[in-house]
């Protein structure tokens, strides 16, 4: 192992270790800790990075979230909006920020609203989880329920493999929740692959009540995030018909998207 890479796994684990310790006595008690990690690698397009912005700005100010929200114990949530592409490509756009009223989410939908469009290169899932997984470190908030709603185009090409990271992250108690990308069937190339919500459920998404909602159309984008936020807001992934169930097969490759970087770009 490289110097680079025991300096890597070295850095990650003091960052699992820091978010694993018990929350201080003066942390601000919320019914749910999420960070919705949102894909803004090469791959998504101008149109489609606006489109997905739009959907969680309009999540966040519907009625139905905030209702959600009210149902809590504490009738309150922490929310962070992080940005992810390449192993070191990941930034917070808008930070921790308490919703427990519609003028507490109106002022975070505002925020990303006027916050600038960008792309990234890569694509790092791994680097995305360690990342927002970090983020619930000193944080000042001690929620029932941590939760990583990650949202992606094209299985991990770059930085370390999914399945060590998203193991590591399921160890601290953390829940991850996936929103694959599926806007172009069939496809086959660099980043793509067409059974996306297989590899989500087989090697991304975990613990106890994760799901994934899939996005195979434009039209059903917007819908699909709104609907995705009451359900972890609510706790209420038991399965519905309307989501995807985990997939059981033990025997997927998820180096897929390594093996594929490799076949295309490093022959």
């Known amino acids: 192992m490289t110097a680079a890479k025991v300096s890597t796994l070295v850095g990650f684990l003091l960052s699992w270790m820091a978010a694993a310790l018990p929350a201080a006595a003066q942390d601000q008690a919320v019914d749910l800790e999420l960070v919705l990690a949102v894909d803004v690698s090469g791959s998504m397009d101008t149109d489609e990075q606006a489109l997905q912005r739009s959907g969680y700005i309009e999540a966040l100010r519907s009625k139905d979230v905030m209702d959600a929200i009210r149902t809590g114990l504490h009738g309150r949530i922490a929310v962070t909006y992080l940005e992810w592409a390449g192993p070191a490509s990941q930034r917070v756009v808008v930070p921790w920020t ?12 505002a925020t990303l609203a006027a916050a600038p469009l960008g792309t990234m290169r890569g694509t790092s899932i791994s680097g995305g989880l360690a990342t927002a997984a970090a983020l619930f470190s000193g944080n000042g908030f001690n929620g029932y329920r941590r939760v990583i709603d990650i949202s992606g185009d094209g299985p991990n090409n770059m930085g370390d493999p999914v399945l060590d990271t998203r193991d590591a992250v399921l160890s601290l108690g953390i829940i991850i929740n996936g929103l694959p990308i599926m806007l172009k069937p069939g496809a086959r190339g660099y980043g793509t692959i067409d059974d996306l919500d297989d590899y989500y459920a087989n090697c991304v998404i975990g613990g106890a009540g994760a799901f994934l909602v899939p996005v195979n159309d434009r039209a ?24 995807a169930e985990p997939i059981a097969d033990t025997g997927y490759d998820c180096l897929v998207g390594e093996k594929q970087r490799r076949m295309w770009v490093d022959p």
């Open 220 to 243: 059903q984008w917007v819908e699909a995030i709104r609907r995705k936020m009451i359900l972890e807001i609510a706790d209420t992934s038991d399965g519905t018909a309307y989501l």
């Open 98 to 109: 308490v919703l427990d009223g519609p003028l507490a989410a109106e002022s975070f939908a």
